[in-house]
């Protein structure tokens, strides 16, 4: 699993709309890249919708919030919709990215893992709980807490 001090590994990977999403478009803001085992699930959502809750605050910061789970792009889409989420759900059908980062599971789906990312984009912190608390919480000390 990538590791802060690493280098965020960059991607190209389709977003809810089916648009490319490339991680390295993103450079100079700082990111919470958190990956997700499934969409519209109880702890998915609840992490989801923790991250929307506060996304005007991270904006704010400049910081970019992204999930990535291993659904297709119709489940992304359906779940931004569902809960009003603005920010880029990556479709990760291929696992590719999930793999990169080292958190695919046994059963073929992404663990619940956070990266958060500085500007220049090197890991600076790794969350790895299965609640969703601990994401949320860490993400908000690191970027918007003064």
Do not use: W
């Amino acid at each position: 699993m990538i590791a802060a001090g690493d280098t965020a590994p960059d991607f190209v990977a389709p977003d809810q709309d089916g648009n490319p999403f490339r991680l390295s478009s993103l450079k100079g803001s700082p990111v919470v890249l958190y990956f997700y085992p499934k969409a519209d699930t109880p702890g998915c959502t609840i992490e989801t919708k923790g991250f929307r809750d506060v996304q005007a605050e991270y904006l704010a910061r400049k910081v970019r919030v992204v999930g990535v789970s291993v659904d297709d792009c119709p489940a992304q889409k359906a779940f931004a919709q569902k809960y009003g989420i603005a920010f880029p759900l990556i479709a990760d059908k291929s696992k590719s990215v999930a793999t990169a980062y080292g958190v695919l599971g046994p059963r073929g789906l992404a663990r619940r893992v956070t990266f958060l990312i500085d500007s220049h984009g090197t890991v600076v912190e790794v969350i790895e709980a299965s609640s969703p608390d601990p994401h949320l919480e860490r993400a908000r000390a690191r970027f918007l807490t003064p």
